[in-house]
């Protein structure tokens, strides 16, 4: 059975609890580094006194820009522990991303990665940093180290012995309704808001991840996802906090790397959004991988095809196929299918949503909204953020007086309670009068045969209004036309619906969590010029 502690209410209890009762199991796995549980805990306190040693008062903001790697870990806890607020910031952001979204949350630490493919991360940001007035101090990982900067390995191996009765203290001061993670909102219909996610939004729902999908001791999962998202930060990262399962960690996301690392460290539970699946799914060696120790698969995060689906349930005999819905304001999934649902209902729809959590559909006027009507999907329990980060007029448009979250989603119930989403509210476009929604476009070219990736966006248009715009990636050795997919839409969709054009392309953007980068795609359309 899950070990889900219960008793500690704090992420940094989580982890000394496990420590306690499995000091020597391996915890973390990146390259030839094997840590266990016992190191894991005491390279966190001896971080923590660090920080303390600098000064990091509660409820301060610690900003990492990394890749998924130990020290990003260590930096998360670390932080926890102190009742400091990590704020994670995507290694691929470019300076001007980095200084919007640094003087929004206002971090007085920032620990970087020295150097990330090939190229010297932190001397190149180096005047950046100098440049916001916030940061007291600047940390690196590994080489090169810029002047004035300290270096984590000699913050992790200080030996700070007059820290820790001011550890002690402060972690008696701390409290599971504090905050202790910010996490940017996609940003995909606007400027990107930090989410405030307190210890119990994420100890709560979690746990109840945990008990969905089953997670052991024995799990060996693999951490290939960005840890500025909730799905490295939280879904992935926390389960093994609470089990004491292993984490194998990836810097990045690589096809056959991944598949060759499933292989080599024996995973037992793999989560990954669809394209990350089609990927690997499209090496030509694809059958030549041993996947057979595979106990649960994970798919969400966008619509799965059918038949990738069909795929994910017989990678092995005995593999489980799970897909939810959640999203960063709620820590995680608060949807889960089941494991004994069928292909139709995983692919087709995502699950009901656990008994500690809420949801309802609901109208424009937020009033609720009878099964089988469609409407924007709300959530309601202790998984709910905080707020959006010094922004109370965001977060009461957010979060009504009752604790209903709107997610911006659309959505209807089916009698058994299941979820199926229609798209994101603001990606809905208008055509000649007529509501379109983007994914059940996409959903059905994802089931043409030579299809391998699809989106749609809506372009206006000055006598529909908005037209639909088709990007199509081909199979490998696939040929299609323009015309054949047109006509492929028309056997299924209503003519309003069929868009109006159709790119095919080589590849389309993704974001770091493997989804397609619909915020590029629109730049594009706003601006030819920006096509890369």
Partial sequence: MPVQHADSRLLAE????????????????????????GDFNRHVDQLAKAFLHLGIQRGDRIGVISSTRPEYLYAYLA?????????????????????????????????????????????????????LSFVRHLIVIDDPLPAGAL??????????PDQNVALTARQAELDENDPVLIVFTSGSTGVPKGAVLTHKNIIDNIAVQVRQFGTR???????????????????????????????VLMDHFHP????????RERITLLGQVPTMFIMEFNLPDFTQFDLSSLRTVVVAGAATPPPVMAKLMTLNENVTVITGYGMT????FVTYTEPKDDAESIARTVGKVA???????????????????????????????????????ETAAAIDGDGWFYTGDQGRLDARGYLTLVDRKKEMYITGGYNVYPREIEEHLSQHPEIALAAVLGAKDAVMGEIG?????????????????????????????????????????????????????????????AKQ
């Avoid at 989580?14 to 549980?37: G, M, N, Y």
């Fill in 14 to 37: 989580l982890l000394s609890a496990t420590a306690a009762r499995l000091p020597d199991k391996e915890a973390l796995i990146f390259h030839d580094q094997r840590v266990t549980w």
């Fill in 355 to 393: 008994p500690e959590f809420e949801l309802c559909i609901v109208d424009d006027q937020h009033r609720h909204l009878p099964i089988g009507e469609m409407g924007e999907v709300a959530i309601r329990g202790s998984c709910v953020m905080k707020d959006y980060f010094e922004d109370p007029t």
């Fill in 256 to 263: 056959r790397d991944t598949l060759e690392t499933i292989q």
């Fill in 469 to 529: 715009v088709a990007y199509v990636v081909p199979r490998p050795g696939a040929t299609l036309s323009a015309d054949e997919i047109k006509s492929n839409c028309q056997e299924a969709l209503a003519e309003y619906k069929i868009p109006r054009r159709i790119e095919i392309r080589e590849r389309l953007p993704l974001t770091a969590l493997g989804k397609v980068d619909k915020m590029k795609l629109r730049s594009e359309l706003a601006d030819p010029e």
């Fill in 329 to 332: 304001e709620v820590a995680g």
């Fill in 79 to 131: 932080a926890a522990r102190i009742g400091a607020v990590l704020v994670g910031f995507s290694i691929l952001y470019t300076s001007s991303e980095l200084v919007r979204l640094a003087r929004l949350t206002r971090p007085v630490a920032l620990v970087v990665l020295g150097t990330f493919a090939e190229k010297d991360i932190a001397t190149l940001l180096k005047p950046v940093f100098d440049s």
């Fill in 151 to 160: 270096r984590f390995g000699d913050l992790i191996d200080a030996d700070l």
């Fill in 217 to 247: 001791e024995d799990e060996r999962s693999i951490l290939h996802l960005p840890m500025n998202h909730v799905a490295g930060a939280t879904e992935t990262t926390i389960p093994a906090l609470m089990t004491g399962a292993t984490l």
